[in-house]
């Protein structure tokens, strides 16, 4: 009998300890890079004309795919922008630029001269930590933002590019 009591306060305490451990002990932190590219086509011969092209950055990728329903935190250590792949002129150039996030605007009425950015592999890189926490928490919401870059473009000849959109992350997660 008295075996028994003390098997049963030891399950009693054991349970105890076990329930009021923090679940926090299993959570898995990891980073990750999302990395997607906003194709853009200028028309030849154009004095002013607007555009407003989107991209979805989806969070699903095989460092998250096994986590997507687990994630706890997101937070962002570096969101960029930066022009790639142009084929042009050298005076193609967009200005009242926005690029952005689903409705946050990250930079607001740039002037860019498409090829100079291209050339000189400018980087335009967000800095302002209550944008950077916003975007975190859509992208934490729903698995996924649109990104997009909008703008008036003047263009004497065609031209191709793409905005490439790169967010590193750093994932908190609780498999259980």
Avoid: R
Wanted: aromatic letters at 8%.
């Amino acid at each position: 009998m008295k075996n028994t009591v003390k098997i049963l306060i030891i399950l009693l305490v054991s349970s105890f300890l076990f329930s009021s451990c923090d679940n926090d002990i299993m959570d898995v932190e990891f980073s990750t890079t999302l990395s997607e590219k906003i194709a853009v086509h200028f028309n030849e011969n154009i004095d002013q004309e607007t555009i407003d092209n989107t991209i979805i950055v989806n969070l699903d990728n095989t460092d998250t795919h096994d986590y997507l329903s687990k994630i706890k935190n997101i937070s962002i250590s570096k969101l960029t922008f930066k022009i790639v792949d142009f084929t042009g002129d050298d005076v193609t150039n967009i200005s009242n630029t926005d690029l952005y996030v689903d409705n946050i605007i990250l930079f607001n009425n740039l002037s860019i001269t498409i090829k100079e950015a291209f050339d000189n592999q400018t980087i335009y890189e967000v800095t302002d930590t209550n944008k950077l926490n916003q975007v975190a928490q859509l992208i934490k919401t729903n698995n996924q933002i649109t990104a997009g870059i909008t703008g008036d473009y003047q263009s004497y000849a065609a031209a191709n590019f793409k905005v490439e959109v790169t967010l590193k992350l750093d994932i908190t997660a609780n498999p259980l």
